[in-house]
């Protein structure tokens, strides 16, 4: 049995938590502290403050999650002070061994460790992810995370892509004239300013123009999904709808540019919050509507992540992966 210190840090917060790794392999988390990254002036000192909560010598192993490139002598981390040299990890936190993942390769990790509870199925065959092969998985949050996920005998590889920022594809009339719209602000539009947390403001606002509605410009995107979500208002409902369609499309690129035909993943904070939503929008027909390709894609399982700390548990399995195999 190993413990390691697994973290989780985000532009808002960083989650702490003791992992297990069982010497059969499997991964326990402990309780999760959440320490906002504003209130300490480095992960030195959030690390300092967790294990006074922990109350008794932290593990010298250590798992980092990290919201931001991982592959600099110094990383900076997006939307706060904290500043992360991985030279001096080891002296710095006091650790022996560590591994250091970007958040989105962390969530693609802890896809190697969900059972059946922890996704919902969307589409697809009603059978698990293969277990050998290549898994994309597609995750819109603050941005839209893009990773594929190998496993053959060798083991597991993890990489992380730029595939959010890939042009976004228009296919029917409705969306040529959002891209026309949203082509007057930005230069050239990618799908993360459709599918993202922020990106259902873009759609909102492209959509009100087409109707030749007047909406206020800048609208909240935590409110907008409220409104959305609630299906109190027409035309973020209408966003909504439009978000589920652009997702299943980009979905679908995303798994035949990385011939993963072992499954696809749905991640990232917005995909738990539309859970509900997805298995009942377009996004399926939009996953398989891939021309040619349409009777393979409509072979692959398609699964939406439900279990709440993908980050935490794929940094210990990248751990794992590393240090304990
Ligand atoms: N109630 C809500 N609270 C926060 N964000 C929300 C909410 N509802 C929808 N969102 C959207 O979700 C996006 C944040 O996504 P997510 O929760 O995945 O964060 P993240 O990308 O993991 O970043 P971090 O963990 O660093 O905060 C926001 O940009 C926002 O548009």
Redesign the pocket.
């Known amino acids: 049995m190993t413990e390691i210190v697994a973290v ?6 960083a989650r702490f938590t003791i992992a297990t790794v069982r010497d059969n392999g499997s991964i326990d988390l402990g309780e999760v502290i959440t320490l906002a990254t504003h209130a300490y002036a480095s992960l030195r000192s959030a690390w300092a403050a967790f294990a006074a909560r922990i109350g008794r010598p932290l593990p010298k192993d250590g798992a980092i999650s990290f ?1 931001g490139p991982v592959d600099g002598a110094v990383l900076k981390l ?2 706060s002070p904290w500043v992360l040299r991985p030279e001096l990890i080891p002296s710095v936190l006091g650790l022996d061994r560590y591994e250091l993942v970007n ?1 989105f390769g962390a969530v693609a990790y802890a896809v190697t460790r969900l059972g059946p509870n922890d996704m919902r199925h969307l589409c697809g065959p009603d059978e698990p992810l293969g277990d050998t092969g290549t898994i994309s998985i597609v ?5 839209l ?1 893009v990773a594929q996920l190998h496993r053959d005998e060798r083991g597991v590889t993890v990489i992380t892509t730029e595939g959010g920022h890939i042009d976004f594809a228009p296919l029917d009339r409705l969306e040529d004239q959002m891209l026309e719209r949203m082509r007057e602000r930005y230069r050239r539009v990618s799908i993360e300013r459709l599918v ?6 873009n759609i909102y606002e492209a959509l009100a123009a087409v109707e030749g509605r007047t909406v206020p410009l800048g609208v909240d ?2 409110k ?3 409104l959305a ?1 609630s299906g109190s208002d027409v035309l973020a409902s209408a966003a909504l709808d439009r978000f589920c369609l652009a997702l299943g499309s980009v979905a679908g690129d995303m798994t035949l540019a990385h011939g993963a035909w072992a499954g696809t993943v749905i991640a ?6 539309i859970a509900d939503h997805l298995p009942i929008s377009g996004f399926a027909g939009r996953y398989t509507a891939k021309g040619r390709f349409e009777a393979r894609m409509t072979k692959i399982p398609v699964k939406l992540v439900t279990y709440d700390q993908p ?1 935490l548990l794929g940094a210990a399995a990248a751990f794992a992966e590393k240090h304990l195999r």
């Open positions: 989780d840090i985000g532009g808002t917060n919201a997006t939307n958040d995750g819109p949050g603050t941005g995370g993202s947390g922020p990106g259902l403001v995107d935590k907008l999904w409220q979500l990232g904070g917005v995909g738990a919050r980050g």
